[in-house]
């Protein structure tokens, strides 16, 4: 562990250590107790024989074509394999299993769109549309194992690709339509993606929002792998045409045949790649393969959310982008059987009552969404949601982030009537579903705390040697055993997927994120200890924007640090040194800020740009972003001793001042 990473763990525990003295409990109230899904004894039963009990919810949760006679095999470490010999088909569990039983009729989605339109889909419906697309793409040449980028607003037919793909044994790699041609053509060249699924765009604010120019652009230059773009019509903009390589969506899926009969899939066949961003610039291709992943993430969203699928009514707010929208949009709510709510837009478009005139009107009982929207929402006022009846809302889930306690009381007090529990639950693109997160009809919950590790998963908190630190201490966040859902590698590259994550800690999953046991023996995360910042609960590398700006022409050299914001969780900072030609251009913090949109994407734009004269560094010259941090988040600058230039602080204070 670098000295920096070290300081900003020392600083997050510090920040945190006021809120550890939280004691404030809410335990689940009899009634709820009484009709929760998951009892206390879970964790026992889970203890006794990990793997058999991860069988039994796989058998129970799941409908295996081939059924698995194997659970784990770890021989291999950090490889896993989990049901190996068993066989299934992802779509299948999501879908027609549904309709066979004779539930055909039940919502799935319920769509709403940025504009006010709206779509229902029932079980059979969907069933249909996805047999449809499943037809049209294997049509345009896509067979089992192929790649398929996908690159989508929030509408169904993101749910609808990815679920054909998974049918067909197609592995999808969905990039966030925030980002960039750039960052949208290197993860279609690392994947070498076959098919590329887009929109003409979608909408934002009450405007049509581009997509396909950014698909366009991201295939102008040769030498990629695409053969086709299959394009979705949405917001009914004018796009360009590559006659041969584009095709609508209504053309192709929307005239395909409706009959498709599944077949499995062996359980460690890929189910996708998700790229994430990791502490170098090259984002990392997150694996995760079909058994175990839709195991972990099915009977979490029953078990943490306490799913009742004849009557509740989910709402996960995450993006198709991020690995919530996978395992908490695409995948377990369909393979439970439930009935969901799916958003385009954004939560103040046309009005900052948006979302709660959501919850009224679908009757939504289960919200799932991220605290940096919570805090948002606090900062509006209550009296926005106080206007709609939210009567419906049992049960509210916070993941993305630390809540910190202030925001978990609003969120239980003014969305949750007072009595809804609240749970904070802690993942990773990497783990693939839910780990750390109290059982709402057990758990007393804590404000601010994911508290318990799930049944079947073994999360430990460890000192800099590895060794378990007692109640009371902190270190970094752990995971001891192997879980259903763990990423298989990163695509492509098994010495980076073992480097990164099994060889800091010897036998050890490390997560890359600081944590504490308090007194009870409850987790409370602290933050990243790495060079990953977490902005409105999205990850971004200091390395990658760094790396963007250095490619102007205008900058000689780059530091980005996040500083702590109130509303976003953290907000990106940059301190940028320019070349002798530039320091003249009065514009050019808009033109840096535009140029990491352009090699990125929005999201990772600075909020704030510094141009400073030196950047400080040690003497074998790493920066000292824990130094810059000080700045960005205005306090008194920490010890610069070991600095090779002394006086750089001053001169960037300095400069500052001006
Ligand atoms: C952070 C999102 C505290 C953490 C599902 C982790 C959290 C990173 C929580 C993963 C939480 C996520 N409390 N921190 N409840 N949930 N994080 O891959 O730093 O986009 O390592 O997955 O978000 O972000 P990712």
């Known amino acids: 562990m670098s000295e920096v990473t070290t300081a900003a763990a020392g600083q997050a525990g510090d920040a945190l250590e006021n809120l550890l003295k939280e004691n404030r409990k809410f335990a689940p109230s009899a009634e709820f107790a009484a009709n929760a899904i998951v009892h206390g004894d879970e964790y026992a039963k889970a203890d006794a024989d990990r793997p058999a009990f991860w069988g039994e919810q796989s058998r129970e949760l799941l409908s295996w074509s081939k059924p698995f006679t194997k659970t784990l095999d770890w021989s291999n470490p950090p490889f896993a394999t989990w049901f190996e010999d068993g066989e299934i088909n992802a779509a ?42 499943t037809n049209a793409f294997e049509s345009l040449g896509v067979i089992k194992g192929d790649r398929v980028a996908v690159y989508l607003p929030m509408i169904p037919e993101a749910v609808i690709t990815l679920l054909a793909c998974a049918r067909i044994g197609a592995i999808h790699s969905v990039v966030f339509g925030g980002y960039s041609a750039d960052a949208l053509r290197s993860r279609i060249d690392d994947a070498e993606a076959k098919l590329v699924v887009t929109a003409d765009g979608t909408f934002r604010r009450g405007k049509p929002s581009p997509l396909k120019p950014a698909v366009d652009e991201a295939l102008s230059a040769p030498g990629h792998s695409v053969q086709n773009v299959v394009v979705v019509k949405r917001n009914g903009e004018d796009v360009n045409w590559v006659e041969g390589r584009d095709v609508w969506w209504d053309d192709s899926v929307g005239t395909a045949s ?5 077949v499995g899939h062996p359980a460690e066949h890929p189910l996708f790649i998700l790229y994430t961003s990791g502490t170098t610039g090259k984002p990392k291709g997150i694996l995760h393969t079909t058994g175990g992943y839709l195991t972990q993430t099915a009977y979490t969203h029953r078990a943490v959310f306490d799913l009742h699928p004849e009557t509740d009514v989910f709402w996960c707010t995450a993006d198709v982008g991020w690995v919530t929208g996978h395992s908490y949009v695409t995948y377990a709510p369909l393979i439970n059987g439930a009935t ?7 939560p103040d478009s046309p009005h900052q009552g948006r979302f709660w005139e959501i919850v009224e009107k679908y009757k939504v009982s289960i919200l799932y969404t991220a605290p940096t929207a919570i805090r948002t929402f606090m900062k509006w006022g209550e009296d926005i949601p106080a206007k709609y009846d939210l009567s419906s809302i049992r049960l509210l889930g916070s993941v993305g982030e630390p809540i910190n306690p202030e925001a978990w009381m609003w969120y239980r007090r003014v969305i949750g009537a007072d009595k809804a529990p609240v749970v904070d639950t802690w993942w990773q693109t990497e783990t693939g579903a839910i780990m750390i997160a109290p059982l709402p009809g057990v758990t007393a919950a804590k404000p601010g705390s994911a508290q318990v590790p799930l049944p079947g998963i073994a999360v430990d908190v460890v000192d800099e040697l590895g060794a378990s630190v007692p109640n009371g201490h902190g270190g970094y966040l752990v995971i001891r055993e192997p879980w259903p859902a763990m990423l298989r590698g990163i695509w492509g590259d098994n010495e980076r997927y073992q480097d990164t994550y099994w060889s800091r800690f010897d036998g050890m999953y490390f997560a890359g994120d600081g944590a504490k046991w308090d007194e009870d023996g409850d987790v409370w995360l602290l933050g990243r200890v790495d060079d990953v910042m977490n902005v409105s609960g999205h990850r971004l590398s200091t390395t990658e924007i760094e790396s963007a700006l250095v490619s102007h ?15 976003t969780g953290q907000s990106v900072v940059a301190f940028v040194i320019l070349r002798g030609s530039a320091v003249e251009d009065a514009d050019i913090v808009t033109t840096l800020r535009n140029h990491v949109g352009h090699e990125i994407g929005p999201i990772a734009k600075p909020r704030t740009i510094l141009v400073v004269p030196e950047l400080p560094k040690t003497r074998s010259g790493k920066i000292m972003r824990r130094l810059l941090k000080d700045v960005a988040e205005g306090r008194t600058v920490g010890d610069a001793s070991t600095l090779a230039d002394n006086t750089v602080m001053n001169q960037i204070a300095e400069s500052l001042r001006k």
């Open 340 to 346: 969901q709510v799916m958003y385009e837009g954004t």
């Open 92 to 133: 299948y569990n999501a879908l027609d299993r549904h309709v066979e039983a004779g539930n055909g009729d039940r919502v799935a989605i319920y769509f709403e769109g940025e504009p006010g339109d709206t779509r229902t889909y029932t079980y059979a419906q969907l069933t249909e549309e996805v047999k449809k697309a």
């Open 553 to 567: 022409p205008s900058v000689a050299e780059a530091a980005v640090v996040g500083a702590a914001d109130e509303t």
């Open 258 to 262: 409706t009959e498709h009969t599944a």
